[in-house]
T-cell receptor, first 110, second 115 residues
Framework: EDQVTQSPEALRLQEGESSSLNCSYT??????LFWYRQDPGKGPEFLFT???AGEEKEKERLKATLTKKESFLHITAPKPEDSATYLC???????????FGTGTRLTIIP | NAGVTQTPKFQVLKTGQSMTLQCAQD?????MSWYRQDPGMGLRLIHY???????DQGEVPNGYNVSRSTTEDFPLRLLSAAPSQTSVYFC??????????????FGQGTRLTVV
């Protein structure tokens, strides 16, 4: 059974204070690992897909990396508008299903 | 291009009532799915469909029915609502196969309360 564990559950940072969110996963065959951003009262919004260990993707202040066991979402010099819940999910080669972690709630304090 | 549209946005039901949550997408995606999101539980897959006429169960299917008569629509039916079905429901769609696992597009959610 595929599993995704995200840590920490919640993270409060000062504006400009860089940090990383962790996503540990177990999956029999990784088809893709996804990062989503979710704002309160909204549906998840796609950020990145990573396919193989060593891959990195960047978008503005966010950078996602992937190893064989975990993925990190690095946030550099965050701004208050980066406050959201960040979700990680894996897709298995054997099926079409996405398995989600419980998310990290990020708060950036001005 | 509206993406994934869910209706209603909010609903209150009494225990034992039935209702249908609507989901429509205009991106011609083959794959559609329903999730529920509960505090501390993450998004859990209820049912999914890989194309018109084909549906299958996810992680938490009990108490829910689905059908897929067209590519665009994927309604979720609650047969006899129970308080345990109080949750936020999300519909998602994506193209069937882009080799690496295509990203899913989510609707804005339906917040359901069963009293």
């Amino acid at each position: 059974e595929d599993q995704v564990t995200q840590s920490p559950e919640a993270l409060r940072l000062q504006e400009g204070e860089s940090s990383s969110l962790n996503c540990s996963y177990t999956v029999s065959g990784l088809r893709g690992l996804f990062w989503y951003r979710q704002d309160p009262g909204k549906g998840p919004e796609f950020l990145f897909t990573l396919y193989s260990a060593g891959e990195e993707k960047e978008k503005e202040r966010l950078k996602a990396t992937l190893t064989k066991k975990e993925s990190f979402l690095h946030i550099t010099a965050p701004k208050p508008e980066d406050s959201a819940t960040y979700l990680c999910a894996v897709c298995n080669f054997g099926n079409e299903k996405l398995t989600f972690g419980t998310g990290t709630r990020l708060t950036i304090i001005p | 291009n509206a993406g994934v549209t869910q209706t209603p946005k909010f609903q209150v039901l009494k225990t034992g009532q039935s209702m249908t949550l609507q989901c429509a997408q205009d991106m011609n995606h083959e794959y559609m799915s329903w999730y529920r999101q509960d505090p501390g539980m993450g998004l859990r897959l209820i049912h999914y469909s890989v194309g018109a006429g084909i549906t299958d169960q996810g992680e938490v299917p009990n108490g829910y029915n689905v059908s897929r008569s067209t590519t665009e629509d994927f309604p979720l039916r609650l047969l006899s609502a129970a308080p345990s079905q109080t949750s936020v429901y999300f519909c998602a769609s994506r193209p069937r196969d882009r080799g690496g696992g295509p990203e899913a597009f989510f609707g804005q959610g339906t917040r359901l309360t069963v009293v």
